[in-house]
């Protein structure tokens, strides 16, 4: 079975910096999907970023990236130029690209509280 | 278009009461997914469906029933509740057609005294 690592608990940045979230995974499957979700304390749970294992190329979305490592299983998300509305608990979630069947759902870390300090 | 709507958004429940969550999306969505959310944890799966009258069990799924009778709609059951359930129950939804990416509703806090 796959499994997520968000090794850090909680972070903190200040405004305007930038900050790297760290997550690990492990599989044996060669292809999948990788997300970071955002849940502020809406509790809302909000897309941040995707990756396909298949790309070797990083997400980017706006001030988000990611670095992901696939032989290492790293998928860190690097947030840049930090804003008082990114505080927020950071999942990373893993998900097969086999289909069909409980296939489909996400296995989540247990997240990241970021914090961002003005 | 409204996207993925749970109701109650909280709720306070005795042992032993039940109670039904409500999951609605209005994307035509073939797949969708009831997660619980206990704290400092990620969310794992309770129950799943792949359309409507197909639904099938996930890692946790004692304790909880559903159906799906139509695309829209993907109501949980609480038959007997336990203080075990009181989580934050998230439903979600996608087509599924690849790496299509789940999306989310609001959640449903449920204390269980």
């Known amino acids: 079975a796959q499994t997520v690592t968000q090794s850090q608990p909680e972070m903190s940045v200040q405004e305007a910096e930038t900050v790297t979230l760290s997550c690990t995974y492990d599989?044996?499957?060669?292809?999948?999907?990788l997300f970071w979700y955002k849940q502020p304390p809406s509790r809302q749970m909000i897309l941040v970023i995707r990756q396909e294992a298949y790309k070797q190329q990083n997400a980017t979305e706006n001030r988000f990236s990611v670095n992901f490592q696939k032989a290492a299983k790293s998928f860190s998300l690097k947030i840049s130029d930090s804003q008082l509305g990114d505080a927020a608990m950071y999942f990373c979630a893993y998900r097969t690209t086999n289909s069909g069947g409980s296939n489909y759902k996400l296995t989540f870390g247990k997240g990241t509280l970021l914090t961002v300090n003005p | 278009n409204a996207g993925v709507t749970q109701t109650p958004k909280f709720r306070i429940l005795k042992i032993g009461q039940s109670m039904t969550l409500q999951c609605a999306q209005d994307m035509n969505h073939n797949y969708m997914y009831w997660y619980r959310q206990d704290p400092g944890m990620g969310l794992k799966l309770i129950y799943y469906s792949v359309g409507a009258g197909i639904t099938d069990k996930g890692e946790v799924p004692n304790g909880y029933n559903v159906s799906r009778s139509t695309t829209e709609d993907f109501p949980l059951r609480l038959e007997l509740a336990a203080p075990s359930q009181t989580s934050v129950y998230f439903c979600?939804?996608?087509?599924?057609?690849?790496?299509?990416?789940?999306?989310f509703g609001p959640g449903t806090r449920l204390l269980v005294l």
């Open positions: 599989t044996s499957e060669s292809d999948y999907y």
């Open positions: 979600a939804s996608n087509w599924a057609s690849g790496g299509e990416t789940q999306y």
